[in-house]
C-alpha cells in the first residue's frame, strides 16, 4: 500500500523511512513548511522550567544556539518524541507527557510549582490549544515567545493530485489538527473530495480526525494514543491484510 506523509520536514521524511521499513511505500508531501524566527530573544531569567509541544520549539532552540544555556533547567515535553529530543540535546531532567497539550497541564502541575518561577514555553504562531491559558488559571506565570512558524501550502503537488484521484493511494497520514485542516481545504479545491472516500485517513488523535469531518469523504482511524509508535503500530495492523 502508498501511503501519503503530510508532516513538515524533516519529519515526513523520517516517518517515510519507517513506513518503507514496514514493507509500505510513502509519496511525501509536507502540508506545512516550517521557518524559524531566527532573530527571536530568548529570556530565561526567572524561569523555572521549559515546556516543549513539539520537536520543532526545541529544533528553534537549537538554531538559537540556546540549549547550552537552557539544557540545565528542566523540560516539560508533550510525549515521548520531544523527550527523546530533549534528551539528545543535553536536557539531563525531562518529565514526558501523554502526548498532547490539554493532558500536559496535570504534568506541569506535579513538576513545578506557580511560586518557582517563570515558566518558558517553545512556542510556534499556531498553536492546537490554549496551553498559556489553561496554565495560567492554575496560577502559572507563562512565556510564549514565537520561535517558528508553520505555514500551509496552497496547493496539493501534481503527484498528490493524480495519486489521490487516480486510485494511486491506499492512505493518508495526518499528524496535527492543522495539517489534517489543510489536507481538506486543499482536496475540496482540488475537486477530489469524493475520491478520499476509498482512502484510509489515521488520525494522530481524535482532535486531528475532528478536523476532518464535512471536509472529506474520509474513513477515519485514530491512535489509540497521540504517539506516533501507537500510529505507526495502528498503519501496521491495518495494512497487514
Same mark, same amino acid.
Given at each position: 500500500m502508498r501511503l501519503l506523509v503530510t508532516r513538515p520536514e524533516p519529519d515526513a521524511s523520517?516517518?517515510?523511512? !519507517?513506513l518503507e521499513a514496514l514493507g509500505l511505500e510513502a509519496l511525501v508531501e509536507p502540508l506545512l513548511s516550517l *521557518?524559524?524566527?531566527?532573530?527571536?530573544?530568548?529570556?530565561?531569567?526567572?524561569? #523555572?522550567?521549559?515546556i516543549a509541544t513539539s520537536r520543532n520549539g526545541l529544533r528553534a532552540l537549537e538554531r538559537l544556539e540556546a540549549v547550552d544555556?537552557?539544557?540545565?533547567? /528542566?523540560?516539560?515535553?508533550v510525549g /515521548?518524541?520531544?523527550?527523546?529530543?530533549?534528551?539528545?540535546?543535553?536536557?539531563? *531532567?525531562?518529565?514526558?507527557?501523554?502526548?498532547?497539550?490539554? =493532558?500536559?497541564? !496535570?504534568?506541569? #502541575?506535579?513538576?513545578?510549582?506557580?511560586?518557582?518561577?517563570?515558566?518558558?514555553?517553545?512556542?510556534?504562531?499556531?498553536?492546537? %490549544?490554549?496551553?498559556? =491559558?489553561?496554565?495560567? *488559571?492554575k496560577g502559572f506565570a507563562v512565556r510564549q515567545p514565537v520561535l517558528y512558524r508553520a505555514e500551509a501550502r496552497e496547493g496539493l503537488s501534481e503527484a498528490a493530485r493524480a495519486a489521490v484521484g487516480e486510485g494511486g493511494l491506499g492512505g493518508v497520514i495526518l499528524m496535527s489538527p492543522r495539517t489534517a485542516a489543510v489536507?481538506?481545504?486543499?482536496?475540496?479545491e482540488a475537486g477530489l473530495?469524493?475520491? *478520499?472516500? !476509498?482512502?484510509?485517513?489515521?488520525?494522530? %488523535?481524535?482532535?486531528?480526525?475532528?478536523?476532518? !469531518?464535512?471536509?472529506?469523504?474520509?474513513?477515519?482511524?485514530?491512535?489509540?494514543?497521540?504517539?506516533?509508535?501507537?500510529?505507526?503500530?495502528?498503519?501496521?495492523?491495518?495494512t497487514a491484510h
Open positions: 523520517r516517518q517515510a523511512r !519507517e *521557518t524559524f524566527a531566527e532573530d527571536a530573544v530568548l529570556d530565561l531569567e526567572g524561569v #523555572q522550567a521549559l544555556a537552557a539544557s540545565g533547567l /528542566p523540560l516539560i515535553a /515521548p518524541a520531544s523527550a527523546q529530543t530533549a534528551r539528545k540535546l543535553g536536557f539531563k *531532567t525531562v518529565h514526558e507527557g501523554p502526548g498532547t497539550a490539554e =493532558g500536559l497541564v !496535570e504534568v506541569v #502541575q506535579a513538576n513545578a510549582a506557580p511560586e518557582g518561577g517563570v515558566l518558558l514555553h517553545l512556542a510556534g504562531a499556531s498553536l492546537a %490549544s490554549d496551553l498559556k =491559558g489553561a496554565l495560567e *488559571t489536507y481538506g481545504r486543499l482536496v475540496s473530495a469524493e475520491a *478520499t472516500g !476509498e482512502l484510509l485517513h489515521f488520525c494522530l %488523535s481524535k482532535a486531528v480526525a475532528a478536523r476532518l !469531518e464535512g471536509a472529506v469523504k474520509a474513513r477515519v482511524l485514530v491512535s489509540a494514543r497521540p504517539r506516533e509508535d501507537d500510529l505507526l503500530a495502528l498503519v501496521a495492523r491495518e
